[in-house]
């Protein structure tokens, strides 16, 4: 099967249950996050650390300390209403948030499809970002 093929499937629904991230050190980062988003890192199940993020995923944090670690986008979709003590939590801890991916607009965020957004780096580099609106697809 190519695939390019468009082939009728069964109608199933997949939804996205745990991601791992890798970390230089899983408690600084899960506790990094945890604290960013308002949340809590559960207890360690392996050799992973979660945070739910209470939509059924949980990001799960691993620690890798043989080789750099490669950065990745995690966005995050977040109640409006909590956003503006997410930027202060930031503010807090000395973390500079972005308007942009490319974090060339420091300490500003961005207004787009509705909602507000901005970017951020978590303690090893991955592009973070929380919105307000999902993306709008075509």
């Known amino acids: 099967m190519r695939y ?12 996205l249950n745990h991601t791992a991230i890798y970390a230089s050190d899983r408690h600084l980062s899960a506790e990094f996050i945890a604290a960013i988003l308002g949340l809590k890192v559960g ?10 993020l209470g939509n059924g995923v ?33 503010e807090a801890v000395g973390v500079t948030y972005y308007a942009d991916p490319s974090h060339t607009e420091p300490g500003q965020i961005n207004r787009l ?11 090893d580099g991955h592009n973070m970002e929380i919105m307000t609106r999902p993306y709008a697809r075509p």
């Open 4 to 15: 390019d093929q468009h082939t009728e499937l069964p109608t199933t629904t997949v939804q």
């Open 43 to 52: 207890a360690p199940f392996g050799p992973f650390l979660p945070v739910d």
């Open 58 to 90: 949980t990001l799960d944090y691993y620690a890798k300390t043989d080789e750099p670690i490669q950065s990745q986008h995690y966005a995050f979709l977040v109640p409006d209403a909590q956003f503006d003590a997410m930027i202060a939590r930031l």
């Open 113 to 123: 499809f509705g909602g507000r957004g901005a970017y951020f780096d978590d303690p």
